[in-house]
């Protein structure tokens, strides 16, 4: 997720010499701790949140509708593009199934016009084609399955 990133310094003030004397004492420090938060997302976290109805009025409301907004419009584009794609694959399924039926249909008007070699190889070569992707499809989908599954236990392991 992208996001505004917020950083929160606070200095603690230590130990400090004795400031009457001209001279530092040998061996006398000066301590001080520095701490750093950070936040990475579409909404800052409830400290800081509330921070912004002080100076904005219902300003932590409007901050939570923004990113809901937003939520809502990712997820809107992310299911018009899984309908396309399902769409585009439909629809190369289809051209393929009516280029493979040509196919086979000149290959058996070839072989009834008399030139029967040259109709069985038009046919043989359609069929091996569709078999061919048809496994190679099937293939790619099972080793796609064993990467998202060895992903999904590397994550559980964590």
């Given at each position: ?92 399924s289809l051209y393929a199934f009516i280029i493979a039926l040509a196919a086979i249909l ?53």
């Amino acid at each position: 997720m992208s996001g505004k990133r917020y950083k929160k310094r606070q200095m603690v003030p230590g130990r400090q010499p004795n400031t009457s004397s001209p001279q530092v004492a040998e061996g006398s420090a000066i301590a001080a701790r520095v701490q750093t938060e950070f936040f990475s997302g579409p909404v800052p976290p409830p400290s800081l949140l509330a921070r912004y109805n002080e100076v904005v009025h219902d300003g932590a409301e409007r901050i939570l509708a923004m990113a809901e907004r937003q939520s809502k419009h990712r997820e809107l584009l992310e299911a018009q593009v899984v309908a396309g794609n399902v769409e585009s694959q439909r629809r190369g399924s289809l051209y393929a199934f009516i280029i493979a039926l040509a196919a086979i249909l000149g290959g058996i008007f070839l072989i009834y016009a008399g030139k029967s070699a040259s109709g069985l190889a038009t046919v043989i070569t359609s069929l091996v084609g569709l078999v061919s992707i048809f496994a190679y499809s099937q293939h790619r989908q099972s080793k796609e399955r064993v990467e998202k599954s060895t992903v999904l236990a590397e994550r559980r392991r964590r």
